[in-house]
């Protein structure tokens, strides 16, 4: 079935250094791929996204490429600040099923 | 603005109690969502509902229970057979799955 792998944390940088946070996936077809974040005690909220091969996703800053042949999606951002500081969700959909598969979550603190 | 509203942000339980968590949509959105999160594991879904008067069962349904009366409103009732109810509980609605989610900003549920 579909699944979702993402890098373990936690994961500690200090401000202003490169991000990459590590998504590969599982699925037949051409799903839709998506990051979210998630701050301390809040929902999850839209990062970006891509639908077909690729495709980059960004917003705020952040870069994610889906490549459909390494059936990747890793995020990437040049230069973190300390408001990074969260949990990242990589995640796939399908165009048909009812399922919507999440990564376990990688936790970024951003040390000043 | 259009968002979901989960209320209350705080909830306790008594052992052996029901408790309601409501999740109102203002998005004009056929979809709907509950999530359960536990430190470590992501997120798992419980229900679904892709249109008013039907539900699925997800992943984890056992103990809970949901209705869709209206298409803005998606509460989930935590029941007593649910043996470990305390988590962070997340609503979330789509237009379409391939889309995205738009997430409550959740309720956490402690048990006492």
């Known amino acids: 079935g579909d699944s979702v792998t993402q890098m373990e944390g936690p994961v500690t940088l200090s401000e202003e250094a490169f991000l990459t946070i590590n998504c590969t996936y599982t699925?037949?077809?051409?799903?839709?791929l998506f990051w979210y974040v998630q701050y301390p005690g809040e929902g999850l909220q839209l990062l970006l996204k891509?639908?077909?091969?690729?495709d980059k996703g960004s917003n705020k800053g952040f870069e994610a490429t889906y490549r459909k042949e390494t059936t990747s999606f890793h995020l990437e951002k040049g230069s973190v600040q300390v408001s990074d500081s969260a949990v990242y969700f990589c995640?796939?959909?399908?165009?048909?099923?009812?399922?919507?598969?999440f990564g376990t979550g990688t936790s970024l603190t951003v040390i000043p | 603005d259009g968002g979901i509203t989960q209320s209350p942000k705080y909830l306790f339980r008594k052992e052996g109690q029901n408790v309601t968590l409501s999740c109102e949509q203002n998005?004009?959105?056929?979809?709907m969502y509950w999530y359960r999160q536990d430190p470590g594991q992501g997120l798992r879904l419980i229900y679904y509902?892709?249109?008013?008067?039907?539900?699925q069962k997800g992943d984890i349904a056992e103990g809970y229970s949901v209705s869709r009366e209206k298409k803005e409103s998606f509460p989930l009732t935590v029941t007593s057979a649910q043996k470990n109810p305390t988590a962070f509980y997340l609503c979330?609605?789509?237009?379409?799955?391939?889309?995205?989610?738009?997430f409550g900003s959740g309720t956490r549920l402690t048990v006492v």
């Open positions: 979330a609605s789509s237009p379409r799955r391939w889309e995205g989610y738009t």
């Open positions: 699925a037949t077809g051409y799903p839709s």
């Open positions: 891509a639908t077909k091969a690729d």
């Open positions: 995640a796939l959909t399908q165009t048909t099923g009812n399922q919507f598969y």
């Open positions: 998005l004009n959105h056929d979809a």
């Open positions: 509902s892709q249109i008013v008067n039907d539900f």
